[in-house]
């Protein structure tokens, strides 16, 4: 697909690093699947690595996690 950020580039698969913060609780999340710009290096995770994510998110708040450490696996 064509980068909306810079918009001279295109992605390719490759691999990110999210951070989600809420609440006191913080989440970082390695090797998460993405789409990446070859030029600018903008990332683009998937509606359902999203989902995903929020709501792995959602019950390490529940638990009372402050700070995590996660590899993605689907």
């Known amino acids: 697909m064509k980068c909306v950020i810079c918009k001279n580039g295109t992605t390719a698969a490759g691999k990110t690093t999210v951070v989600l913060e809420r609440n ?3 989440l970082v999340f390695k090797d998460v699947p993405a789409e990446v ?3 600018c290096g903008e990332e683009y995770v998937s509606s359902t690595v999203s989902r995903e994510l929020l ?4 019950l390490s708040a529940q638990k009372g996690v402050d700070l995590e450490l996660l590899r993605y696996a689907a």
């Open 24 to 26: 006191g609780t913080t």
């Open 55 to 58: 709501g792995r998110a959602d």
């Open 37 to 39: 710009c070859q030029n």
